[in-house]
């Protein structure tokens, strides 16, 4: 049976016609998620930044904006990651200090 196994890993995408969950088998990506080879299992994302400046040109809410503004738009986004990892490290560093003292 092609990727109709009882024991997989399901995909995790919800199909498009039918509005039913997709039924392949799937890959655990890096981000947690389970996608099948159709829905972008293998796919690492683009890597260019013309090409996610391409990829989100495909979506409704970037369609009327030009390349700058989209490129703004990744570049505050990348600045928020990092600004993320800075506050995750941080508060992870505050709970050892925490659980040093109580302990
Ligand atoms: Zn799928």
């Given at each position: 049976?092609?990727g ?16 039913l969950?997709?039924?392949?088998k799937g ?6 998620k ?46 928020h ?7 995750n490290a941080f508060n992870?560093n ?10």
């Open positions: 049976m092609a109709r196994h009882k024991y997989r890993l399901k995909c995790q995408t919800i199909n498009k016609q039918n509005k969950p997709c039924k392949a890959i655990l990506m890096k981000n947690g389970i996608r099948c080879r159709i829905h972008g299992g293998f796919s690492s994302g683009a890597k260019t930044l013309e090409g996610k400046i391409k990829s989100l040109k495909n979506l409704r809410q970037f369609k009327n904006l030009n390349d700058e503004e989209i490129r703004t738009h990744i570049t505050n986004k990348q600045r990651r990092e600004n993320a990892d800075e506050r992870a505050m709970r050892k200090v925490w659980f040093s003292k109580s302990f």
